[in-house]
Antibody, heavy 120, light 111 residues
Framework: EVQLLESGGGLVQPGGSLRLSCAASGFTFRSYAMTWVRQAPGEGLDWVSTINIGGAYTYYTDSVKGRFTISRDNSKNTLYLQMNSLRAEDTAIYYC?????????????WGQGTLVTVSS | QPVLTQSSSASASLGSSVRLTCTLTSGHSNYIIAWHQQQPGKAPRYLMNLEDSGSYNKGSGVPDRFSGSSSGADRHLTISNLQSEDEADYYCETWGSDTRVFGGGTKLTVL
């Protein structure tokens, strides 16, 4: 059974940093692209970032470029999202999601999410 | 990059059928999309991916009541024999120009 377990969310002040983790199990982690998606309160799904299977190729939505960094450790079956210079508008539930072989492959599994609140 | 357009809301009666539509922008009508369901207070769930040919592949455990079809730039999700648990937000998703895109979502109400 595919499982994606996010952690690392919490309350942080504007300008602060957080590192989200996603522990994956139930599939061969190193063989699949991975994605972070966020959802602000009462809003729709908003793509944040995607990483390819080896970690060499990364993609970001414009609003987080230069502030967020996606990475993966295939030896630990873990996906990360380093978030710096956080803003109030980054407040959201952050979901880890599994894709397919390619970065362009659709998402086919979702984690339960971790809440990030940016507020003073 | 593609843009996905969805109606903001839909409603249908218990036991009936409903068809939700996701429309791709001009020039992207051959793109594959995915449908996801988000029940209130829960994480999203993958339902299926859907090709321009109308061929679709459902996720594990997705009931037979859910099916997909395509017509030009439109990608449809049909839910038959509506159940109360089908009341949810439905999102379509695709990829283009190194960007993942979601539609705005359709809130389905089961009457």
């Amino acid at each position: 059974e595919v499982q994606l377990l996010e952690s690392g969310g919490g309350l942080v002040q504007p300008g602060g940093s957080l590192r989200l983790s996603c522990a994956a199990s139930g599939f061969t982690f190193r063989s699949y692209a991975m994605t972070w998606v966020r959802q602000a309160p009462g809003e729709g799904l908003d793509w944040v970032s995607t990483i390819n299977i080896g970690g060499a190729y990364t993609y970001y939505t414009d609003s987080v470029k230069g502030r967020f960094t996606i990475s993966r450790d295939n030896s630990k079956n873990t996906l990360y999202l380093q978030m710096n210079s956080l803003r109030a508008e980054d407040t959201a539930i952050y979901y880890c999601a599994k894709g397919g072989l390619y970065s362009s492959s659709p998402i086919d599994y979702w984690g339960q999410g971790t809440l990030v609140t940016v507020s003073s | 990059q593609p843009v996905l357009t969805q109606s903001s809301s839909a409603s249908a009666s218990l036991g009936s059928s409903v068809r939700l539509t996701c429309t791709l922008t001009s020039g992207h009508s051959n793109y594959i999309i995915a449908w996801h369901q988000q029940q209130p207070g829960k994480a999203p769930r993958y339902l299926m991916n859907l090709e321009d040919s109308g061929s679709y592949n459902k996720g594990s455990g997705v009931p037979d009541r859910f099916s997909g079809s395509s017509s030009g730039a439109d990608r449809h999700l049909t839910i038959s024999n509506l159940q109360s648990e089908d009341e949810a937000d439905y999102y379509c998703e695709t990829w283009g120009s190194d960007t993942r895109v979601f539609g705005g979502g359709t809130k389905l109400t089961v009457l």
